[in-house]
T-cell receptor, first 112, second 117 residues
Framework: SQQGEEDPQALSIQEGENATMNCSYK?????LQWYRQNSGRGLVHLILIRSNEREKHSGRLRVTLDTSKKSSSLLITASRAADTASYFCATGTQGGSEKLVFGKGMKLTVNP | GAVVSQHPSWVICKSGTSVKIECRSLDFQATTMFWYRQFPKQSLMLMAT?????????EQGVEKDKFLINHASLTLSTLTVTSAHPEDSSFYIC?????????????FGPGTRLTVL
């Protein structure tokens, strides 16, 4: 399967609920990043977590990283309709490579 | 800060023509720029890595003669789709890595939608 796969692929929730997205990867990483993409637009960087970190917060976002399980989760608390977008995880690998490997993405719909 | 622009935002061209897409870092210098393509409802696929003053490094399966990349300065990279065909229709996104950053956070442009008739 592909490096950086998000689970679930699509999620629909009500405003105010929390949304959790999971990402799994296969190789050793230097960091893992989460991006957001509104339909037909570019990507917006949300948060980066390094391989030696386990949890990170930014506003309503909480990211965890479990390198032993090669997985990460993105939690959006108190969701808003404006959070409706596609979310991607991307991994930066060890060894000096600058490349990011993107997951398949997850479509989040927050209903007002 | 860290704004990346792309031009044009969309383009429609006839089959067989060439199309140039520009990617600019507006308020920072980018040692490295990346070009991705994205098909509808799919993820981003890296096409090539562009370093200022040197030849681009293409990913496996990407034709370098078809997708010409020029990284002429620390703030500008261009992607030229040569002899475009309908199967080249896609959303092309560039990103830039900030000089001297110790990790590979990338800042993305808004994308260019290419439609080849």
């Amino acid at each position: 399967s592909q490096q950086g796969e998000e689970d679930p692929q699509a999620l629909s929730i009500q405003e105010g609920e929390n949304a959790t997205m999971n990402c799994s990867y296969k190789t050793s990483i230097n960091n893992l990043q989460w991006y957001r993409q509104n339909s037909g637009r570019g990507l917006v960087h949300l948060i980066l977590i390094r391989s030696n970190e386990r949890e990170k917060h930014s506003g309503r976002l909480r990211v965890t990283l479990d390198t032993s399980k090669k997985s990460s989760s993105l939690l959006i608390t108190a969701s808003r309709a404006a959070d409706t977008a596609s979310y991607f995880c991307a991994t930066g690998t060890q060894g000096g490579s600058e490349k990011l490997v993107f997951g398949k993405g997850m479509k989040l719909t927050v209903n007002p | 800060g860290a704004v990346v622009s792309q031009h044009p935002s969309w383009v429609i061209c006839k089959s067989g023509t060439s199309v140039k897409i520009e990617c600019r870092s507006l308020d920072f210098q980018a040692t490295t720029m990346f070009w991705y393509r994205q098909f509808p409802k799919q993820s981003l696929m890296l096409m090539a890595t562009s370093n200022e003053g040197s030849k681009a490094t293409y990913e496996q399966g990407v034709e370098k003669d078809k997708f010409l990349i020029n990284h002429a300065s620390l703030t500008l990279s261009t992607l030229t789709v040569t002899s475009a065909h309908p199967e080249d229709s896609s959303f092309y996104i560039c990103s830039a890595r900030i000089l001297a950053r110790s990790y590979n956070e990338q800042f993305f442009g808004p994308g260019t939608r290419l439609t080849v008739l």
